[in-house]
């Protein structure tokens, strides 16, 4: 495959990662109860990250997708069932929202070991890569919290 046809291939399954943190943080808004503003708030920052990340990876030769990952779409499955059976609290909607981080995770590492990226694009992935890991950290660290 063509340097940079792997390129574009690589950017386009990272911006369907981004487009499917924005609806799995979408979702967990609406499963948030009123007194989790703190959350909503958060998450709604991590919307608004995922967002500026989509805007870079077009930037960077990605097309601009609105679709998402089939992951995607069974992580969002998931976290429906799973919210039947735990009631939408905090540690919950927490723990749907670390699986998540955790295969955004999973996808960078699997961009960036692609090998043969432009030096500039394996700059832009790293730099997002470790932004997404510092939101994963905080979002693990308020689980942690919950009872």
Request: proline letters at 1%; hydrophobic letters at 35%; glycine letters at 6%.
């Amino acid at each position: 495959m063509e340097t940079t046809e792997m390129t574009t291939e690589v950017l386009n399954d990272l911006v369907q990662i981004n487009n499917d943190r924005i609806v799995g943080y979408e979702r967990a808004v609406k499963e948030l109860k009123d007194g989790d503003d703190d959350l909503k708030e958060l998450f709604s920052g991590m919307i608004h990250e995922s967002t500026g990340y989509k805007s870079q990876l077009v930037s960077a030769g990605a097309n601009p997708d609105n679709d998402t990952t089939n992951s995607g779409k069974i992580y969002r499955v998931w976290m429906d069932v799973k919210a039947v059976f735990t009631g939408h609290d905090r540690k919950a909607v927490l723990e749907n929202c670390e699986f998540g981080e955790d295969a955004a995770q999973k996808a960078y590492d699997t961009a960036l070991a692609a090998g043969n990226l432009p030096s500039d694009v394996q700059a832009l992935l790293s730099q997002q890569k470790q932004a997404l890991r510092a939101s994963h950290d905080r979002i693990k660290l308020l689980r942690d919290f919950q009872k």
